[in-house]
């Protein structure tokens, strides 16, 4: 993760800003004194939450990986599955 000066932050602060969004990066702000903070677009910050709240049900993840590995032609096809839910 890129990282600057909360000084150069300050003096930068438009074209910083859309670097982070542009570029779906992260930016560390250093203080001089004090804590320093994170920059991140809307839609990343979005993502994480996304995958925060996802991580909260135990097996998700590793299902998903799973399903990943499996070949197409190893599944069921979508007309076979009865009770389909639609959103």
Same mark, same amino acid.
């Given at each position: 993760m890129p990282e600057i000066s909360a000084m150069q932050f300050s003096r930068n602060l438009d074209s910083e800003i859309e670097r982070c969004i542009s570029n779906h990066e992260a930016l560390k702000v250093r203080r001089e004194k004090g804590e320093g903070f994170v920059v991140i677009g809307e839609s990343?910050?979005?993502?994480? @939450? #996304?995958? &925060?709240?996802?991580?909260?049900?135990?097996?998700? +993840?590793?299902?998903?990986?799973?399903?990943? @590995? #499996?070949? &197409?032609?190893?599944?069921?096809?979508?007309?076979? +599955?009865?009770?389909?839910?639609?959103?």
């Open positions: 990343d910050w979005n993502s994480i @939450e #996304e995958t &925060l709240y996802l991580n909260q049900f135990p097996g998700l +993840i590793a299902s998903i990986r799973e399903a990943a @590995e #499996e070949s &197409l032609s190893e599944g069921t096809p979508l007309e076979d +599955i009865e009770n389909v839910v639609t959103l």
